[in-house]
């Protein structure tokens, strides 16, 4: 062990009732490990016991895309900010499909996990984020078919796609932070077990998901931006697809603020509750 | 001071809007408050209370109680996973807790892939593990099946694997919780080795467990508790004989609790004049009676006793070692077994017998059927002498050494 190792690990642990954790922070990084074996785990089980593993991930988009773009683009006919309907559809299913399982994944991710958290110590916030992290893998997945689709479209990307990670953090941040605020929950009520599912499958029609936010009349849009799904659906779109597509900033600006209250109450309730959750799991 | 309030287990929404509810309605009968303003729903319980305890560095606590003392809680606080509701607990050092072996193990995955997520788990750096990882496999025993799924392994290998990297994480405090119930007895005796040895090292091991036996033998202070509270703290040996509820010392009468057809009822111990007694002199012999009981005939039993110092097994005896005459047959009955005990060149200390019991391949032994009793010195000096309590060996024996002059300086 290395002397800074040892100095670290020397360090006198104080419990006290009500006391806040002076090394919360520097616990959470030292356990960043488990952060990449947690995740590791969840990905190695998936894709061993589902026997199509990652077709998975291609044919749930591609499916929403299809139903998606009859519906909307051609039972409804609906604009589509001069791209073919279908990307129109799929570079909003991209962020939505990460966002709703990253939430479904890491509300019930304390759950799962149940038995390691009534018997080990470790930052209980990395169960939460891993989940998330499990998510990005479908992601990367996704978004290669994605630029398949575009490909056969003939659409190519701009600069702008460039800008895509940045547009990524900000629909990961808005994960972890619902994310950590229904895990904790769900520790404590049950009931978001079937709250959660309710939200994701409400969020689909709500955001604009199979539809471009353009169709919402100028004085609702800033209201509509208080979904932050708005900004980061609306930013996807603008990133991938260029051409004509805009973002309707003061939105994007309103969901962004929304966006970093949501994460920065998330950690919050997370860390207020966190030590009860082996009691009540 | 450690306090831990226990609460609700599950709360639904539905739970909490009808107690809300229910206060409101009271609220409502009661305008001027007073009846029950406190929660109604929720029973206040103290899981553990006024609890004050030291532990030095290097000692080895035994932390003993019925079921419901507050062993659990305890433990799980000090492991940090629950938080206490009021006082104060400062370790210094790394802590390892073990309260279940394999945290965190999933089937699907194959023992290495095991071995990294659970040290992760349990606190590891990937460097850390990577460097143990050849030492883990081989206590464990699993180099064949390094990656197979661990679905695939038996349970004895599976909960090895688990000790293993349990085992061989650095930690200054260890916290073991019974987790040698389980396996094998070789494997347990395995483990206790470890543990040991982890022991020598100079760490810290607070050991919670129902087995008097491992307690006695592992630890270097033990302590009790009942219904949360402390109500001793001292040598394994006393504490052991408060927790048996041995009145008269030197008489154990075991409780009888289990559905096995043979069990032992009670061990009674006696000086060399047949006193019974739990403080025998140094330099003199004694007598162990088991009695046990069978209730269903049996044709292939073997008694055992054992009896061990601080920690290591002396002497392991079976019943028909030297005669046979019953060949491992019983009838339904009562039985006394009575065992001279050579204690006259055994050294002073703490010591304890166990009773074993098997039938065929089947160990029937109880955990508490363990008596404890020391040698206690009042008239041999020591002082200098090989044989003083805290040198090496167990044994008062001592050698005649005759010493002779070989060559010579001229």
Known sequence: MSEQENQVTKRTIIIEAGRADAYYWRDLWQYRELLWFLALRDILVRYKQTVIGVAWSLIRPLLTMIVFTIVFGKLAGLPSSGVPYPLLVFAGLLPWQFFSNSLSDSSNSLMSNANMISKVYFPRLLIPASSILVSIVDFLITF??????MLWYGVMPTWRLLLLPALLLLALITALGAGLWFAALNTHFRDFRYIVPFVVQFGLYVSPVGFSSEIIPEKWRILYSLNPMVAVIDGFRWSILGGDVRIYWPGFALSSVLIALILYSGVMYFRKTEKTFADVI | MLRHKLQQRHTSLRDMLSAQLSRLGSTLRHPLGGFN?????QEEFWALDDISLSVSPGERVGIVGRNGAGKSTLLKILSRITDPTSGSIHLKGRVASLLEVGTGFHPELTGRENIFLNGAILGMSKVEIQRKFSA??????????????VKWYSSGMYVRLAFSVAAHLESDILIVDEVLAVGDANFQKKCMGKME????EGRTILFVSHNMGAVAELCSRAVLLNLGRKVLDGSPAEVIEAYMGQAGGGNLKID?????????????LKDADGNVTSSIPMGEDAEIEIRYSVKEPQTNVTMAMLLARHGSSLLYSYDNDIANELEGKRDVGDYSARIRLPLSRMKEGQYSIEAKIGVG???MTDDNAVIVFEICNHSIDTTHRSFRSDRPGHIYWPLEWQTTRLTGNT
């Open chain 2, 136 to 149: 883990i496999v081989e206590f464990a025993e699993v180099e064949k099946f390094l990656d197979t799924p």
């Open chain 2, 361 to 363: 391949q089947t160990n």
């Open chain 2, 256 to 268: 009888v609790n289990k559905n096995n057809p043979i069990f032992v009822t009670e061990l009674i």
């Open chain 2, 197 to 200: 040895s982890v022991a020598n």
């Open chain 2, 37 to 41: 303003a406190e929660n109604p729903e």
């Open chain 1, 144 to 149: 290669t078919l994605l630029l398949a689709v």
